[in-house]
């Protein structure tokens, strides 16, 4: 998808603050951290949320979150995080190339917002 951002973040045509990445995933910061820790996790290739990843490639799912668990714990979040899907526009969405944000660094209040 010649316009998603985040399509061009993987291919290394934009630049992004790298954590960790494979074959099939990146982790990058995000450039507006809401938290101490803030990163998102994305795949490689392009599903637009994660209701289509699921549809789309189940079985990448669970390696998917094994990524998200490895990254984790490279930032040493062993106290505690959370990782967060926006879904649609009215989900808070805004780049519609499935991604988690991952908080954490500090006590996290419930609800959100």
């Not at 990058?28 to 289509?52: G, M, Q, S």
Request: charged letters at 20%; aromatic letters at 10%; hydrophobic letters at 40%.
């Amino acid at each position: 998808m010649s316009s998603c951002l985040f399509c061009e973040i993987a291919e290394g045509n934009i630049t992004s603050a790298k954590i960790l990445e494979n074959d099939n995933f990146l982790a990058f910061r995000d450039i507006d951290p809401k938290a101490p820790v803030h990163f998102l996790v994305i795949p490689k290739k392009h599903f637009e949320n994660i209701t289509d990843f699921a549809n789309k490639d189940s079985e990448m799912i669970a390696k998917y979150f094994e990524f998200i668990s490895e990254v984790s714990n490279l930032q040493e979040l062993e106290k505690g995080h959370r990782v967060v899907f926006n879904t649609g526009a009215d989900g808070g969405q805004t780049v519609f190339h499935v991604h988690a944000h991952v908080l954490g660094g500090r006590n996290l209040q419930w609800p959100p917002g």
